[in-house]
RNA sequence: GUGGCUGUAGCUCAGUUGGUUAGAGUAGCGGUUUGUGGUACCGCUGGUCGUGGGUUCGAGCCCCAUCAGCCACCCCA
């Protein structure tokens, strides 16, 4: 036999292991989730883990490529490189790269929906509604609440431009956090909103800068948006009419400042239309509400955990161009996306997870020694003919790991058999937590009970 | 990509001004005791002190480098 060497247990940056109770916990997020959405008519799809590199790159931006995992080619990877005699030293890693990968991980779930889409769209009824749950991986240098695997949860209605699906996702987003026990308040804005102030500011051609600022505002505050805004060469005067309709509470307010704005006239009715379909005390319009994403043309959202500043629990929008890039018709979409990870901290924190997720079978048989196995197995497997979740103990004889197994698996009953229990057939019933025990009971006696 | 902090047993951590063979708790394994029990006690396994170099008679401890992890920024979920 060779020698083994061995390795010390650890995990790749970033990624993280689940125990039993956490998959319960996460599973428990993931059918609120799912249960809710499928009440609205959407259905789940799946998509690879891996894509093409040509589907991924160029839609996050300079920055997002970088964060790419990328997949080494398999077999004599080096091989075209060779193919053109070049030297590897003198080739930059940019070059070398398109060389020796073709394949990557997925950075998010959206670009694979749009690639979907387009690919499938004969065998798709729209307007389509999908939701996809899944891990997405990206090369980003982790921190708390931040990893390089995690998962996704978006929901997106593709090929309708009808508002009600705004208004749909809205009641959704409120069902979902409500069921969670989450207090949330649901932001709202409008992109034409955004587009009609940069207008009323007169640097229409600067709105992609004045909304990443105009997002960071929850950060730096209203000084700091000052001082970002100056960066950008505006005139006082600009600077001083987007702060000052920074601090605008309400739609009405806008009516009169945008009286002449197109744009901005059509994202006022589009909100409104919204709010009037969907009245909830924690849904609010937010003018400072931007998301950094650019793609979004239409009603933005962002869920935000009221008791403390965790950050968002979801956000999404309308976007129009989506499938555009995958060479397919101009369809429209709208969307919103949970942030299970966060969600899920949260419901940790709060401790609102409910108490029966992490239950296990009902009942544990123990049997006391070797020679009783069988015996006890054969009624273990009669209860599970019953349809009772049961488990037979086949571990360490000691008490303690008995129990110590009972208590991690939250099984309510244990049952002990002996010489006497294999004679008499007759047996008694502890419930783990009360200690209680009821005595002289039967294996059918067992199965009423617990049926 | 930039900055800060931390690396000692599977896990949580001690480890004196730099001085013999690096410790504890916990987990794991084994045992003693108790026929209705979750207690107690005993023993065992497990470490290239992240890695490499330097200073020194002597380094877990001091210095340098490097790697990894965490935290913050950029960005994002």
Redesign the pocket.
């Known amino acids: 036999m060779s020698e083994v060497r ?1 390795i ?3 995990l ?3 990624t993280r292991d689940f125990l039993p109770s956490e998959v319960a916990k996460r599973n428990y997020i993931f059918n609120t989730i799912k249960s809710v959405l499928r009440k609205y008519g959407f259905e789940e799809i799946e998509t690879p883990a891996i894509e093409k590199l040509e589907t991924l790159t160029g839609k996050y ?1 300079e ?2 490529d970088k964060l790419l995992f990328k997949i080494l080619n398999s077999g004599d990877y080096l091989s075209e490189i060779r193919s053109k005699k070049t030297e590897i030293a003198s080739l930059t890693s940019q070059e070398i790269t398109p060389m020796i990968s073709e394949k990557g991980l997925r950075y ?1 779930l959206t670009v694979p929906l749009a690639r979907y889409v387009v690919q499938h769209q004969d065998d798709l009824a729209f307007p389509f509604k999908r939701f996809h749950i899944g891990p997405v991986w ?1 090369a ?9 695997e ?1 998962y ?1 949860c978006d929901a997106d209605v593709i090929g309708s431009n009808s508002l009600l699906n705004e208004v749909e996702l809205t009641k959704i987003y409120l069902e979902v956090y409500e069921k969670l026990g989450i207090q949330v308040s649901l932001r709202m804005n409008s992109r034409k909103i955004l587009e009609a102030l940069a207008e009323y500011a007169s640097c229409k051609e600067l709105l992609t800068e004045i909304t ?1 600022v105009i ?2 505002l929850d ?1 730096i505050g209203i000084e700091g948006v000052k001082n970002e805004l100056s960066k950008l060469n505006l005139s006082a005067e600009q600077q001083q009419k987007i702060s000052s309709l920074l601090q605008t509470k309400s739609l009405e307010e806008l009516t009169a400042v945008f009286e002449n704005i197109e744009i901005g006239k059509k994202g006022i009715e589009e909100l409104n239309f919204v709010f009037k379909n969907t009245t909830a005390q924690n849904l609010v319009f937010d003018i400072t509400l931007a998301r ?2 650019n793609y979004y043309t239409g009603v933005i959202w962002e869920v935000v955990f009221s008791q403390s500043t965790i ?2 629990l ?2 999404g929008g309308r976007y129009d161009n989506l499938t555009e890039m995958f060479g397919g018709q101009n369809m429209s979409g709208v969307g919103i ?1 949970f ?1 299970i ?2 969600i899920y901290d949260v419901l940790e924190e709060l401790q609102l997870f409910p108490e029966n997720i992490t239950q296990g079978v009902k009942v544990l048989f123990v049997p ?1 020694e070797e020679s009783v196995e069988e015996f006890t197995f054969q009624q273990v497997q009669m209860l599970r003919d019953a349809g009772i979740p049961a488990e037979i103990f086949l ?2 004889v ?4 008995q ?2 197994y ?2 991690q698996k939250h099984i309510a009953y244990i049952v ?1 058999i ?4 294999v004679e008499s057939g007759r047996f ?1 019933l ?1 419930n ?2 009360t ?1 209680d ?1 009821e005595q002289d009971l039967t294996i059918s006696d067992i199965i009423s009970r617990l049926s």
């Open positions: 061995k010390k247990p650890s790749s940056k970033g931006g920055e997002g998010d990206r980003d240098r982790p921190q708390k609440g931040r990893y390089q995690f996704q990443v997002d960071k950060k950094g994403l950050g968002s979801g956000g996306s942030g990870e966060r006391r571990g360490n000691k008490k303690q790991k129990f110590n009972v208590e002990e002996g010489g006497n229990e008694r502890r783990s937590q200690r025990t």
